[in-house]
């Protein structure tokens, strides 16, 4: 009886985190051809060490790192290729310290996914910044090895982007967006915000017109950060030099 209760209690916490993992996935916008490595992704040692496993979560963060720090190093080249190299450097040590990475964490409710052995987990390592930074590096790693640099620099990109805004003392997309128009005397930008999924993991999808034509759509776990995104891609699309295609829809 013991050994049956330890099991269905086993199958029920693979289950939870299974589908704790589905969720955070959908957050990412990513569907992952292989789950596990998202899985092994959220794979803290702790657990790791108390199933008896051979593989956690670091290789993975490991690769993350990398990741991160290439598609962060390359879009401060593109967007500020202005600056020195001294200010790019400290601007990137800022958009991948533990503090940044925490938050992103947070913004994608990573510590609900995380599997966390019981002393880890009763010491909250959920809210813990250090296991949420190392967490959101492996599944970055994770996004590169299932869908490529391309799909683990959109999740960057989109989750990073307020954080360039502040680190380079830019305006926000949305600001940028319309000081832009304003400059061009063409009407204010106008967002179409749809919402999808359960009430307590909603997700948002927002299409924004602008310049006579609608861009999108943006992505986000709040109404906000979607419109964020929107405009973000109207402004790549609207500065983009003559000759090269917007991808806008017209």
Do not use: C
């Amino acid at each position: 009886m013991v050994s049956g209760s330890r099991a269905a209690a086993k199958a029920r916490r693979t289950e939870t985190e299974t589908a704790e993992a589905a969720a955070l996935a959908q957050r990412l916008g990513h569907e992952f051809a292989d789950p596990e490595l998202l899985r092994l992704a959220l794979l803290h040692r702790s657990a790791a060490a108390e199933a008896d496993l051979a593989e956690n979560n670091e290789r993975l963060e490991f690769l993350g790192d990398s990741v991160l720090g290439l598609v962060v190093t390359d879009a401060l080249y593109r967007r500020r290729s202005d600056q020195a190299e001294g200010r790019l450097a400290r601007a990137k040590a800022e958009l991948v310290d533990e503090a940044t990475l925490a938050e992103v964490a947070r913004d994608l409710e990573v510590g609900r996914a995380l599997r966390l052995g019981k002393g880890a987990d009763a010491e909250g390592g959920r809210t813990n910044d250090s296991l949420l930074a190392d967490a959101t590096e492996a599944v970055i790693g994770a996004l590169y090895l299932d869908g490529g640099i391309e799909v683990a620099r959109r999740v960057i990109l989109e989750r990073w982007e307020p954080y360039f805004s502040l680190r380079l003392g830019e305006a926000d997309p949305k600001s940028r967006l319309q000081e832009v128009l304003a400059a061009a005397d063409a009407p204010e930008p106008r967002y179409l915000t749809e919402p999808s999924g359960p009430e307590h993991r909603r997700q948002f999808s927002t299409t924004v017109e602008a310049s006579g034509a609608r861009f999108g759509p943006g992505l986000g776990a709040s109404k906000k950060q979607s419109e964020q995104a929107a405009a973000r891609l109207a402004l790549e699309a609207l500065e983009r030099p003559p000759g090269r295609p917007s991808g806008a829809k017209r």
